[in-house]
């Protein structure tokens, strides 16, 4: 039987080769060159470590900024205040995290599924493209993920021992993953059926832990949303990007055509501002207005286009164009693209074979599904392409590793109890 510590060793060592051997090929030595959201993080983090506050760095350089929430910029403004402030020193940064949401996956597989699961999701993480090419990006995914890891793990300690504690637990880590990725302040929604469960306390009582976590998410994310009222003519609770997503996803140029299913920054083009008002609050606001306009005007077109959101994101629909645009927008080749979507597609099935196994053995795997219920949302509502998936790869792959030690001892006629619970050595 294989050890779970000695594995997760190799699984770490293993993986942090792997995230820095793809920094040195794609991004070379010398002056690396970054694409998308990441180079945007890197320069606000350096202007936040410079004392210059939550400001733009790229195009309306030094305007108060909310295009993200605060929780990666914030570490990464730390890091960068302490000299570590180079775009490959926040790259390393990256790969250092990218090793946690491996670590992440393995407690997490051998919290649910025992030892040779928890082994097999850590190996499975390691490998992953759709981790470790977004760990070099300077992304807020990882750092997410390793959030998200901990919100599982007390979700999974509360239905157990549902208490004070753990309940506090799960608050912090919901909250500040929402802080990270605003899209996660969802999961509060999820949460409460499972936490419901807890028959063997009394409704007030299963009411007063469920009102603990909401109140500590609150506690944690109002702060962010009274700094923006001093500082934008609208109300910003998590960002200021909500609306230009919700929009670039959800216009005719979308709903047809090349780009159905996917984005185009096109859509813009059907948000007017009469006023000519620069506020990033208000812009927001009225594209966010515009682009439900834009679906009640488009209802028959919406459950094809979601569709292709679906095909989009798991590489099933036009896989091709959307690599491509992926690609140039991570300022990539295409070859990490394509084995990260090309991956997915096995880590896909190991996962259902696995969920099917757990759900045979009655084993409770809630608190696993409620973040592939968020991706499943989000992509419906904005639009698909494999970045979307990630908040629900950490899932996935546990399941995987279930999965894949479950086919794996299949020939040997070992039973389900038996790979949770094997005899001593």
Partial sequence: ????????????????????????MVFGANDPTLGGDGLGYHLEALRLADGLGYTSAMWAV??????HPPGWV??????????????????????????????????????????????????IAALYPGFWVLDAQILSEPLTLVLLGASIIALHRFSRQPGIRHALE????VGLAALTRPEQIALLALLVPIMWRATQLSY?????????????????????????????????????????????????????????????MGCLMYSKNPEGTTDPAVNDQRNRHTAITLIRKNLDRLPSTIVARYGRAFGLYRTHHTVAEVAKWHGTATWPVWAWVISFWFIAVLAIVGAAAAIRARIDIAPLMISILVMLGVIAVFYGEPR?????????????????????????????????????Q
């Avoid at 039987?1 to 040195?24: D, K, T």
């Avoid at 030094?62 to 295009?67: I, N, P």
């Fill in 74 to 123: 914030t570490f990464l403004g730390g890091v960068s205040a302490l000299g570590f402030d180079t775009i490959h020193e926040h790259q390393l940064l990256g790969v250092l995290i990218g090793m946690m949401v491996v670590a992440v996956c393995a407690v997490i597989g051998r919290l649910f599924f025992g030892d040779l699961a928890g082994a097999a999701a850590g190996a």
């Fill in 1 to 24: 039987m294989i050890r779970f510590g000695p594995a997760l060793a190799v699984s770490l060592a293993v993986g942090g080769l792997i995230r820095l051997l793809y920094i040195l």
């Fill in 170 to 173: 799960l608050g912090l880590f």
């Fill in 204 to 264: 007030a009582r299963r009411a007063l832990l469920t009102l603990l976590v909401f109140a500590v998410v609150g506690l944690l994310v109002t702060p962010w949303a009274v700094f923006n009222a001093g500082r934008f003519d609208a109300p910003v609770f998590m960002s200021t990007n909500m609306g230009t997503g919700l929009l670039v996803g959800n216009c005719p140029l979308t709903f047809a055509g090349d780009n159905k299913g996917f984005y185009s």
């Fill in 62 to 67: 030094g305007a108060e900024t909310a295009h």
């Fill in 388 to 424: 979307y998936h990630t908040m629900a790869d950490l899932s996935i792959v546990v399941l995987a590793g279930f999965g894949l030690t479950r086919i794996c001892l299949w020939k040997s006629g070992a039973s389900t109890a038996q790979l949770l619970h094997p005899p001593p």
